[in-house]
């Protein structure tokens, strides 16, 4: 089954002007936002712009020199770039504008890079979690934050670029880059929002109850498109008002949100009717776990944890499986308040409650799969009414109001 690797191979030749963007071509240059562009790529709007077949050379060039990795997947990265270089489609493709922003204080991690395409287009990508700590961090604040700092810069962001460029433009990202692109997307001006043309969230999380019952969210329509693979568990996280598209993912559990593992079939993802048991049963047992915490013990949880990973000097989510960390690790847990300890108590205590209450439903889900399997029997799954059965799965229950 093909790629994105496969799919630049088949259709790297086809200029945009002759096969508009599509799915594919977003994701693809969505996950560009992962690329470090320092050196390499200006800030200033609009600016020329670099050609992407020069900026894919240049961090090449820089990983070979440095024997650094490029975003997360070094291999991939590099025949990716590759690709890219040698790609007609792709190849004149200009970024501009590229930020990269980490503030501790602020808890904020926020990068971004505006793409330029040879009709007029800007796709505006923005970038997933990172390593640091911070960033994590910052994740788990939007279950209890109206706005998380990186999500109002995505807005302001957007509406720099619609200032400085005519043309439409295109919201993407890839995890919180997902989340970002559909927040910027509602929430830009009125005058901006007329001027985007589609907004992508590949794999990327929703949002928390408060913000999915504010007015804004009256305003989206299916310009917002959520695609994960058929095992999520990032993308399913919080709660989504548009729909699902579920694509075949050829790896397992956590490792299907690396989207080298997406399925493509000529110019779009390979799709299923619905998702799989695991990944309802990890969707249905954190919104139980998140109904039964009140945004106040969120918050006290979530910096409690924080804290320890704070006093114990970990910058990077990596630090956390050195070994050597570990009793620096305990001890700092030890030195928590007696509030903070009781939070994380009570919301542990809960998340158990979460798991035991969700196991029925998982285990119903797991024997229809299966009686599926054997039987051949249609599966009941929530479809998109004028879609074609197998192409798209609607918002599950529960998910498509706040509770």
């Not at 499986?321 to 030195?335: E, H």
């Amino acid at each position: 089954m093909a790629n994105i690797l496969d799919y630049l191979r088949w259709r790297g030749d086809l200029p945009f002007r002759q096969v508009p963007p599509g799915e594919v071509d977003a994701l693809v240059l969505s996950y560009l936002s992962y690329m470090l562009y320092e050196g390499i790529v200006e800030e200033a709007l609009p600016g020329e712009g670099v050609r992407l077949a020069d900026a894919a050379a240049a961090l090449l060039a820089r990983a070979e020199r440095e024997r650094n990795s490029m975003s997360y997947s070094i291999r991939d990265d590099a025949r990716l770039l590759t690709l890219l270089r040698e790609s007609e489609r792709f190849g004149g493709v200009r970024l501009t504008g590229y930020v990269n922003r980490v503030d501790r204080e602020a808890e904020k991690q926020f990068s971004a890079v505006t793409c330029l395409l040879e009709d007029g287009t800007a796709l505006i990508a923005f970038r997933g979690t990172d390593d640091t700590v911070v960033g994590w961090k910052e994740d788990f604040n939007m279950s209890f934050e109206t706005a998380v700092p990186s999500q109002l810069e995505a807005v302001s962001y957007t509406q720099q670029v619609a200032k400085a460029l005519d043309g439409p433009l295109i919201l993407g990202g890839h995890s919180k880059g997902g989340n970002l692109a559909a927040y910027a997307g509602i929430f830009a001006q009125d005058d901006v929002r007329g001027r985007i043309r589609a907004v992508y969230n590949f794999d990327g999380p929703g949002f928390n109850e408060a913000v999915i019952a504010s007015p804004a969210f009256e305003k989206v329509d299916m310009r917002v498109h959520t695609y994960v693979p058929q095992s999520s568990v990032i993308g399913i996280l919080l709660w989504h008002h548009e729909p699902f598209t579920v694509v075949r993912s050829d790896r397992v559990g956590v490792f299907q949100h690396n989207v080298f593992s997406w399925q493509v079939m000529g110019g779009r993802f390979v799709t299923l009717s619905a998702r799989t048991s695991n990944s309802y049963f990890a969707d249905d047992t954190v919104k139980r776990w998140l109904k039964s915490l009140t945004p106040e013990l969120r918050r006290q949880t979530i910096d409690g944890i924080y804290a320890v990973l704070r006093m114990s000097n970990g910058q990077n989510i990596s630090d956390l499986f050195d070994a050597r960390n570990v009793p620096v690790f305990l001890r700092a847990a030890g030195s928590l308040d007696e509030g903070t300890r009781e939070a994380l108590a009570e919301a542990f205590r809960l998340l158990g409650n979460s798991l035991r209450e969700a196991v029925p439903g998982w285990i119903d889900r797991t024997a229809s799969d299966i009686r599926l399997r054997v039987t051949g029997e249609r599966q009941e799954a929530p479809l998109l009414p004028d879609r074609e059965e197998g192409e798209a799965e609607s918002a599950p229950d529960g998910e498509a109001k706040a509770p």
